[in-house]
């Protein structure tokens, strides 16, 4: 039997039209995953339980992203074995985004912490289901040749997602708002890509008998077996372990440690995301069109993960307003290299066709278990090393040793996982 068109390799690059749309879809996601992280759940946790503030946020994200470790591979799984005819990833997308809308309203209207707990988990579900039919449809239907030209663009997506999803966050009169806005956002971006993904359906006669075991078996992936795959996953974990850490107290880092108030803090964090996009969108498309010319991807992954590790350094020993925006500028740089090529690296270690979704979901629980681990790891060493939830006894002013060992760790993590890149011998 011939290989069906879902499951083919690539030839033809899709039309400009359908990046595009891809691009506003995953605006549109991200906005849904960020606005939140970025602003709107501090700013709850805050309004819920102020004492505890720093606590029921690491509860909250932490459980979410746990959710996000099991929910990507899974919806992965089940759209590689989807047989519908208008395609195997589109029913998870238009799943994804309407659950995720509805559970963004939840949280709209969530009275205490454990209907925050439940909604923002519920967010996570349904936006990892649409995360990885999207993720899924760049190696269904892009060559592999022009994967970092679409890498960049997805990479530049995402950051305007970000920018996005914080702006609306930090525009809107409320909490509630900020969500229903997000949510109303989301939709309206879902929707063109929707109606236009050319996702190819796969035959009910190439799908696999199902068998339990075996389906809970496909979910380990054997470094020994398939080493360039482990690699690409060790690696990706670490670099988003040191982003996690940078990013996750960042605005209390400015309340508490740089001495802004609340409202200033939040207006802040809104500079250093629209920089940072900024600096990603210049860099992401045309590093990844030059790795696409060049046909080389490690040497560009490697060094961005050092220079995205240095930024946080740059934060941690700086402290101030200006170390923070040029750390910012120096990490937007890096990240956008780093994401745009990276991508295009684990597309090329996907060990079959039949589990492209699948096997990103599993590449994507490394960018979710960082956000488990970073809230465990950053309260930690906050609290041993400064003292009560690590903040400063007098905000704003002096040196906080616990926000610099904080991002030396980010730092140590970022390089790890740049070293380890040498370690894939499939890729250039």
């Known amino acids: ?49 102020a004492a505890h503030k720093e606590q029921v946020l690491a509860l909250v994200t932490g ?41 963004l309203l939840v949280l709209s209207v969530a009275p205490n912490v454990a209907v925050m707990l ?79 993904s050319r996702d190819l359906p796969l035959p009910v006669e190439a799908r696999p008998p199902f068998d339990v075991r075996r389906f809970l078996r496909s979910f380990w992936i054997s470094p020994r077996r398939h080493p360039d795959f482990g690699w690409a996953w060790l690696t990706r974990f670490l670099v988003n372990l040191g982003n996690a850490l940078g990013l996750l107290y960042l605005l209390y880092f400015l309340q508490d440690v740089i001495g802004y108030s609340s409202d200033e803090a939040e207006d802040r964090v809104f500079v250093l995301t ?36 240095f930024a946080a350094v740059l934060l941690g020993v700086g402290q101030s307003w200006p170390a923070a925006l040029a750390a910012a500028v120096v990490m937007g740089c890096a990240f956008g290299i780093y994401t745009a090529v990276d991508f295009a690296l684990i597309t090329e270690v996907l060990p079959t066709a039949i589990d492209r979704a699948k096997d990103l979901g599993v590449i994507n629980v490394a960018n979710a278990l960082p956000q488990v681990f970073a809230p465990v790891l950053a309260g930690v060493l906050l609290a041993v090393v400064e003292g009560a939830g690590g903040v400063v006894e007098s905000e704003g002013d002096g040196f906080s040793t616990g926000y610099l060992a904080l991002y030396l760790l980010a730092f140590v993590a970022s390089v790890l996982g740049s070293v380890f890149v040498t370690r894939i011998r499939g890729v250039r």
């Open 1 to 49: 039997m011939s290989t069906p068109a879902a499951l083919a390799e690539p030839t033809v690059a899709p039309p400009t039209r359908w990046v595009a749309l891809l691009a506003l879809a995953s605006v549109g996601l991200w906005a849904g995953f960020f606005g939140p992280i970025s602003v709107l759940l501090a700013q709850q946790a805050e309004e819920l339980s």
């Open 274 to 309: 629209a920089v940072y996009a900024l600096t990603l969108v210049l860099t992401a498309v045309v590093f990844g069109a030059w790795s696409d010319r060049l046909g080389r991807r490690k040497v560009f992954v490697i060094w961005s993960g050092v220079v995205s590790g």
């Open 118 to 196: 439940l909604g923002w988990c519920g967010v996570q579900a349904a936006l990892n289901a649409m995360l990885a039919a999207v993720t899924a449809m760049i190696p269904d239907q892009v060559p592999v040749a022009r994967r970092g030209r679409i890498g960049g663009v997805v990479a530049v997506a995402q950051t305007v997602g970000v920018v996005a999803g914080t702006g609306i966050a930090a525009a809107t009169g409320s909490i509630a708002a900020g969500y229903l806005a997000i949510a109303a956002f989301l939709l309206v971006l879902a929707v063109p890509f929707s109606l236009s």
């Open 63 to 103: 459980a979410g992203a746990l959710v996000s470790v099991v929910c990507n591979p899974l919806a992965g799984a089940f759209s590689d074995r989807t047989t519908l005819r208008h395609g195997r990833r589109l029913p998870w997308l238009v799943g994804g985004a309407l659950g995720g809308a509805a559970a």
